[in-house]
């Protein structure tokens, strides 16, 4: 089910809010975490009912060897530390074993296989396996639970709980990547089940805005975008310029909006999501970009991969390497394809550029020393340039199409080819304008898409300069202005529905 959507709007969110609301009012507060949890599985498995039964059985799977650990700690003695650490060592070998494995399965199966048949010239069948919806982000949750539960930093709480944390549907399809201790002792909070109108009327706001974002502006960017990534070998420099923006603005929409609506979704049940999108393209350098993209996925690999491998307590090499691995590890993350991997190297490699300190940015992370500095709005110019650049990599279904696009950007060649892309920017609130130029100046229709087409990548850009949802959410009174915005937007997004997709990060 997707948040963009009639059922999800004006069905399933209603009802699933009204029984919360319900059940907690009457006390029943084991019943309204059932509830809700099973709704959450309504929702994922709208999509698809095959993928309920794996989600259940990693639900099950990971509970399991949480409560095994906690019978085998009781039995162990405390005076016994080698007992303890056996039963700790081997539960984290099995939470890695059984996450990692599953998600190998589903979504690198076919990757593995496919590459050792072109190395060593093997006949290894493939499945085509289909990839359940947020594998990655319900498989890092509960991952990160186990390792907490081995090292002493979560508790071992009932099974209802448990698929609470896992399931809650605003989160449970693009994350963001929650933790079980910043989660359930919200849950757990019974202040927090009563109707907050403030919250709720917060909750509203961010969701619209989010709604905005994704219907309004990344849906019609995906239009010239997806069309040009799929003419690469015809793309002059302009129409490559121009639709790597579009995709770069798309993407960022996109993400960008759905974090909002998760953000405001939570709200409106008093639940407090971590920020996980906190405006990345004002950032001035690639380090300070990834401390504001996707930032439960930084956390994630900082806290579970990075510190575990060293940090940066074991001296300048070490630590570039442990930064590298990382981001490679990012990269495999978002998908089984080297497009990916070549992606998450080129932000390792300028994120090592950026922690060598050869080039600072004045008035950006003046903590870590630099030879010389150059000015802020250079430093984001060159941040936005090279982010764009490695996007080619990013949305290339290969990586011969994605050096491609690279060879049209740098040809220095103009074909006209920008009017094909901008005539498939057929957006409906223009259809009658459209109608009157066909019967009045038909030869100008062409042009007037060119100039619609970079107008709504200004307009994308000048939104970006400007304060994200969250801070508008947390800053303005709801007052009659903010109210009429928001009525607006949503009734527009609502009318656009019918040309509704799916968020990108569903695929990762």
């Not at 709980?161 to 605003?170: C, K």
Request: charged share 15%.
């Amino acid at each position: 089910m997707l948040f963009n959507s009639y059922i999800f709007i004006f069905i399933f969110l209603p009802v699933t809010l009204l029984g919360w609301y319900l059940l907690n009012h009457f006390k029943a507060y084991e019943p309204a975490k059932l509830f809700l949890a099973g709704m959450s599985l309504w929702f994922y498995g709208y999509f698809n009912w095959y993928y309920l039964a794996i989600i259940i059985v990693s639900v099950i799977g990971n509970y399991l060897l949480s409560f095994l650990l906690e019978v085998f700690k009781q039995k162990v003695s405390n005076k016994n530390s080698y007992g303890k650490k056996l039963v700790l060592r081997t539960g984290l070998f099995a939470g890695i074993l059984l996450n990692l494995g599953l998600l190998f399965y589903f979504k690198y199966y076919d990757f593995f296989f496919e590459n050792i048949n072109i190395v060593f010239h093997t006949d290894f069948n493939l499945k085509h396996i289909l990839l359940p919806l947020g594998i990655s982000f319900f498989t890092f949750q509960q991952l990160s639970f186990i390792i907490d539960r081995c090292t002493g930093r979560a508790e071992h709480y009932s099974f209802v709980n448990y698929l609470t944390f896992v399931t809650f549907f605003p989160q449970l399809i693009a994350g963001p990547i929650v933790l079980y201790k910043e989660m359930m002792p919200q849950f757990e909070n019974i202040s927090k089940r009563k109707l907050n109108g403030d919250n709720f009327a917060k909750g509203i706001v961010l969701f619209t805005l989010g709604l905005g974002k994704k219907v309004l502006l990344a849906d019609v960017l995906a239009i010239p975008a997806n069309y040009g990534f799929e003419q690469t070998a015809f793309l002059d420099t302009p129409a490559t310029l121009l639709v790597i923006l579009a995709y770069t603005f798309e993407i960022y929409f996109d993400f960008s909006g759905y974090s909002d609506m998760a953000m405001g979704l939570g709200k409106m049940f008093n639940i407090e999501l971590p920020v996980n999108f906190n405006s990345p393209y004002k950032a001035c350098s690639v380090k300070e970009l990834w401390q504001r993209w996707h930032m439960t996925l930084s956390r994630f690999f900082i806290q579970y991969v990075y510190i575990p491998l060293g940090g940066s307590r074991k001296g300048k090499i070490r630590t570039i390497l442990n930064t590298f691995m990382v981001f490679f590890l990012s990269g495999l993350w978002h998908g089984a394809n080297w497009t990916y991997v070549a992606w998450g190297v080129m932000q390792g490699l300028l994120v090592i550029w950026d922690n060598l300190g050869i080039v600072g940015v004045k008035g950006c992370d003046e903590k870590t020393p630099a030879l010389f500095h150059i000015p802020r709005w250079l430093g984001w110019f060159f941040t936005f340039s090279f982010f764009n650049l490695s996007l080619f990599f990013f949305r290339s279904e290969s990586m011969k199409n994605a050096f491609q696009m690279f060879k049209n950007l740098f040809a220095f060649k103009n074909t006209g080819y920008i009017f094909k892309i901008a005539n498939r920017l057929d957006i409906p609130e223009f259809y009658l304008i459209k109608q009157v130029i066909n019967l009045t100046a038909p030869d100008i229709l062409t042009y007037i898409y060119v100039v619609v087409f970079i107008l709504l990548l200004i307009i994308s850009g000048f939104i970006l300069t400007r304060k994200n949802a969250v801070e508008i959410s947390m800053e303005h009174p709801l007052n009659n202005r903010l109210c009429f915005f928001i009525t607006i937007i949503f009734v527009w997004s609502v009318i656009s529905f019918s040309q509704v997709s799916t968020f990108i990060y569903f695929n990762f």
